[in-house]
């Protein structure tokens, strides 16, 4: 039992369980001292967190179910929410907004088969038209706050209006978004050059642009 330093009412215990090698699994105890007064707050952090990143692999779920037999579109929201959580995370985003920002990334193109199947079209505009009316019911059947689901609507309704971006979760999904789309599509140098000048602004999203498009690499391409 860990000793209770003075000033902290309790102290919380986590048991991580981590794999080192080949000794298999063994439990890594983490203990955090929680100030007085402070005790409430901490564990409502903790029931977020918790409640968020179940949450999201529903959504996860969902999206991949949404899309089924078109794995293009699977693999595509996939590496943007990967990258979107990349830079989130090490921009230091707050986690509510980091949240936003990763259910975002996961339906930021759910408008494209509705575009496809009723207009022939899958480009940004009609993605941005038909998106938001095609997520809300997912969200509010899954139990997403209202708060959320607006401002997720919100982006899913401008992630290639570059000249709407009012926040860091705009910022961050658009970045993540050409990512990908700039190695799945094959732009020229020239046009990768003027996209990084034009749209990025985040340190982490500049570095993994120019990791990805401007490093060189002489090994075997498969």
Not at 91 to 105: C, M, R, S, T, Y
Request: aromatic fraction near 12%.
């Amino acid at each position: 039992m860990k000793k209770r330093p003075f000033g902290v009412s309790f102290c919380v215990e986590i048991v991580v369980w981590c794999k080192l090698g080949s000794f298999g699994l063994f439990p890594l105890r983490v203990y955090f001292d929680i100030p007085n007064g402070r005790e409430g707050f901490i564990i409502k952090e903790i029931k977020f967190l918790e409640d968020a990143m179940e949450l999201l692999d529903q959504l996860c779920r969902e999206m991949i179910a949404y899309d089924k037999g078109d794995p293009r579109r699977i693999h595509h929201f996939l590496k943007v929410h990967a990258f979107a959580e990349q830079i989130g995370r090490e921009e230091g985003i707050p986690e509510k907004q980091l949240f936003v920002l990763e259910a975002a990334a996961y339906v930021h193109d759910i408008g494209i088969h509705r575009g496809e199947m009723e207009f022939g079209r899958n480009d940004g505009k009609i993605q941005e038209e038909l998106g938001p009316e095609e997520v809300r019911p997912i969200l509010e059947r899954l139990g997403f706050e209202t708060e959320d689901i607006d401002r997720i609507c919100w982006l899913v309704a401008h992630h290639h209006s570059y000249g709407s971006i009012d926040g860091p979760d705009a910022q961050i999904l658009a970045e993540a978004d050409m990512l990908v789309n700039q190695y799945e599509s094959g732009r020229s140098d020239k046009e990768n050059r003027a996209l990084y000048n034009r749209l990025y602004k985040t340190e982490v999203g500049k570095r993994i642009f120019r990791e990805l498009y401007f490093e060189s690499y002489e090994g075997i391409h498969a």
